[in-house]
């Protein structure tokens, strides 16, 4: 089985999930609920030992911990508390990012640097090295455009049981980029909302 105490450093950095859980049961519960799914993101992890290093970002520390939590949680509570659980953490934290990302926003030049930056990023984290099929289109003048037709959110949290939390992983995205200044981002559907594809556009408003 994979090391428990890699499982222990991981969850240690989903703190924000973990008082989630405590606002909806004593403390008591709460802990005994992350002991558990502690051990099921190590058999999880140990499942997906061979996956490639450009998935790991992905798999291990956002898809892997989620879906242990969200499946030991709905064994406890039931599949709507649990989902909610990971919502309301998914919610706290991406309002949170959207509003420093707006404040970056306001500084001078700062709109046409983050457009151009996401070609290159993307490739390096969201491309196929990472598990994800795209289709790149030609560069615009402020504007950036992408689908993503596989993901391995969608693929991943399908295998593990608990489909239903993609959606979840699609919001982020309207909640960190949909209220920047001056900039606009277009989506029309996601794989994890039962679209075709992921639609990505990102240009200035």
Known sequence: ????????????????????????????????????????????????????????PHTDIRIFPSAAIYLTA?????????????????????????????????????????????????????????GFKNVFYPKEKGAFRMDILGCPYFRYFTELGCPELTKIFCENDDRVYGNLPGIAFERTGTLGKGAQRCDFCIRKA
């Open 74 to 130: 709905k064994e406890r509570l039931g599949q709507k508390a649990a989902y909610g659980i990971i919502e309301g953490a998914a919610v706290a934290l991406t309002v949170r990012t959207g509003k420093k990302l707006a404040g970056l926003m306001r500084v001078p030049g700062m709109r046409g640097l983050f457009i151009r930056i996401w070609d290159p990023l993307t490739r390096r984290i969201f491309g196929p090295n990472n």
């Open 1 to 56: 089985m994979a090391d428990r105490k890699t499982a222990e450093q991981i969850m240690k950095k989903k703190a924000f999930i973990k008082a989630e859980i405590e606002r909806q049961m004593p403390k008591a519960q709460a802990e005994m609920l992350w002991r558990q799914a502690t051990e099921k993101l190590a058999s999880i992890m140990d499942r997906y030992a061979d996956l490639p290093e450009g998935l790991r």
